[in-house]
């Protein structure tokens, strides 16, 4: 069975590649994100690990940055967000 790699996210239709994991607070279920693009409350997202499979499909609800309540974060400006599920450091974050 192939599997596409992370990095071939858009080409196939299946969302644009927008950012990584960099952290997870398993406790919390908290994700450090370090966007490629700018993200905003609303969009979905598909979490991918690091064959491209994936892991989960939200739409995301929040987004903070030192604690502060963001609606956008543009590129390059790490977040906190809550996810769905558990995620690992290196997974590729893709909007649908």
Known sequence: MYHKMADDIGTNGEGV??????????????????PEETMNVGDTIRVLDREGNVVLEQVVSSMEIDRVAQESV???????????????????????
Request: charged share 25%.
């Open 74 to 96: 543009p590129a390059g400006q790490e977040f906190g967000m809550k996810v769905d599920g558990e995620v690992k450091e290196g997974y590729v974050v893709v909007r649908v």
């Open 17 to 34: 590649r927008v950012g990584t994991i960099t952290h997870y607070f398993d406790k919390i279920s908290v994700a450090v994100v370090k």
